[in-house]
């Protein structure tokens, strides 16, 4: 069974600072990753996706990813957070059967002015 | 290009009652999946439903059910509800449900349950 783990449950950073969400997975085989970000009362959004190739993944937003097999992580970054950035992020895996999708726990993101 | 709409956004019901949320996806997506978001289980995977068939269930009672129209748009039901049923539903389409393909979720439609 495919899993994630999100370590962080609440992070705070200040505005300009840099952003690492971090995340790991369990799956047996090359998983598909995601990593959303949802704001109070809204949906999710895709930040951005891994499926195959360059393991380092450009987003939405000026976010980017790392893909590291041998760790078994998808941390996600960013180079200067924005007050905007304040929201929770939830990294996900699929597998290669179905469209089902496995979420970690979530990480709040605060922004400190 | 629209995005995914679900209705209501919000909704009060009683125990013991049923409810029937709506699911309209990205206009030429046939693939939609419904999810449950609550702050002590998470967003867990409800089901999938892909050209009127559904393709994935995940582990949820049978109280639980949903359906696909022709035309994509999407229902889930929930009868004789239960306190725990109070959560934030949430709706994504894909494509066509390929792996390779990311989903994209609706704004959700919060149920309370008194």
């Known amino acids: 069974a495919q899993s994630v783990t999100q370590p962080d449950i609440h992070i705070t950073v200040s505005e300009g600072a840099s952003l690492e969400l971090r995340c790991n997975y369990s799956y047996g085989a090359t998983p598909y990753l995601f990593w959303y970000v949802q704001s109070p009362g809204q949906g999710l959004q895709l930040l951005l996706k891994?499926?195959?190739?360059?393991?380092l993944v450009q987003g939405i937003k000026g976010f980017e990813a790392e893909f590291k097999r041998s760790q078994s992580s998808f941390n996600l970054r960013k180079p200067s957070v924005h007050w905007s950035d304040a929201a929770e992020y939830f990294c996900a895996v699929r597998g290669n059967a179905g469209n089902m999708l496995t979420f970690g726990g979530g990480t709040r993101l605060m922004v400190k002015p | 290009k629209a995005g995914v709409t679900q209705t209501p956004r919000y909704l009060i019901k009683t125990r013991g009652q049923q409810v029937t949320l709506s699911c309209s996806p990205i206009s030429g997506h046939r693939s939609v999946s419904w999810y449950q978001q609550t702050p002590g289980q998470g967003l867990q995977f409800l089901f999938e439903?892909?050209?009127?068939?559904?393709?994935n269930k995940g582990n949820f009672p049978g109280r639980f059910s949903g359906r696909q129209f022709s035309n994509s748009r999407s229902e889930m039901n929930v009868s004789t509800l239960e306190l725990g049923d109070s959560a934030l539903y949430l709706c994504?389409?894909?494509?066509?449900?390929?792996?390779?393909?990311?989903?994209?979720f609706g704004d959700g439609t919060r149920l309370s349950i008194l």
């Open positions: 994504a389409s894909s494509l066509d449900g390929r792996t390779n393909q990311p989903q994209h």
């Open positions: 891994y499926f195959s190739g360059d393991t």
């Open positions: 439903y892909f050209s009127e068939t559904q393709r």
